[in-house]
């Protein structure tokens, strides 16, 4: 079945340090894929929708220039957390769905997630 | 704007007992899918059910059975003799579309099945 992977799975850096999460479809191509945060014990949230080859569309409260968006090709989007500081550190997870089976079940893949973790 | 409520955040049993778990949601859309997922402390997300809001007939799938009722914007989900391997978070979700793009998620109920 289709799969997203999601990279890497978990990361821990300094603070001030810029970090570059990916998020491939497999085995379909992704017009659109969707990032969501999900802190310690609590609910996943939108933070944006990556539109290929067109800027993302961000969720209110969430800052673009803090949340790079990414979505170069139709396989791959990237979400880049610029100068991180400890308040970001996160669960980040992408999502997708086949447009060519949108009837699918799963509909949407998830990818495996990344816990970001800023010293 | 789209608002999904998990009033319980947590409920804990013993393993055999059957659990519901609540769910209920607005939106002004009348056309809307709603989702279950299953989150274990590894953190994937795993895709239990769709429903769309045109179809209220209840589903059963093993030992898991949902209740989707318009009326009370419901969408109630219930494990039957759970196990411990039940233990998680479930999240309830919903969607304008099909595919379950854009989702607006519930706060989430922990699960803990004791032995």
């Known amino acids: 079945g289709a799969v997203v992977s999601q990279h890497p799975s978990w990361v821990i850096c300094k603070s001030g340090t810029s970090v570059k999460i990916e998020c491939r479809s497999l085995d379909f191509q992704a017009t659109t894929m969707f990032w969501y945060r999900q802190f310690p014990k609590q609910s996943l949230m939108l933070m944006a929708t990556?539109?290929?080859?067109?800027?993302?569309?961000?969720e209110q409260g969430v800052e673009k220039d803090k949340f790079l968006i990414n979505h170069a090709s139709l396989t791959l989007s990237t979400l880049t957390v610029t100068s991180a500081h400890p308040e970001d550190s996160s669960f980040y997870i992408c999502?997708?769905?086949?447009?060519?089976?949108?009837?699918?079940?799963?509909?949407?893949?998830f990818g495996d997630g990344t816990r970001l973790s800023i010293l | 704007a789209q608002k999904v409520t998990q009033a319980q955040t947590e409920i804990s049993v013993v393993e055999k007992e059957d659990v519901t778990l609540d769910c209920v949601y607005e939106t002004r859309d009348t056309t809307y899918y709603l989702f279950w997922y299953k989150q274990p402390p590894s953190g994937e997300l795993v895709f239990l059910i769709r429903?769309?809001?045109?179809?209220?007939q209840n589903e059963i799938s093993g030992r898991y059975s949902w209740n989707f009722q318009k009326s009370t914007s419901s969408f109630n989900f219930t494990i039957t003799a759970s196990q411990v391997v039940d233990s998680a978070v479930y999240f309830c979700a919903l969607s304008a579309d099909n595919a379950g793009n854009m989702l607006t998620f519930g706060g989430g109920t922990r699960l803990m099945v004791k032995p």
């Open positions: 429903r769309n809001s045109f179809d209220e």
């Open positions: 999502s997708a769905s086949d447009p060519v089976d949108p009837y699918s079940s799963p509909p949407q893949h």
């Open positions: 990556s539109n290929e080859g067109s800027k993302a569309t961000y």
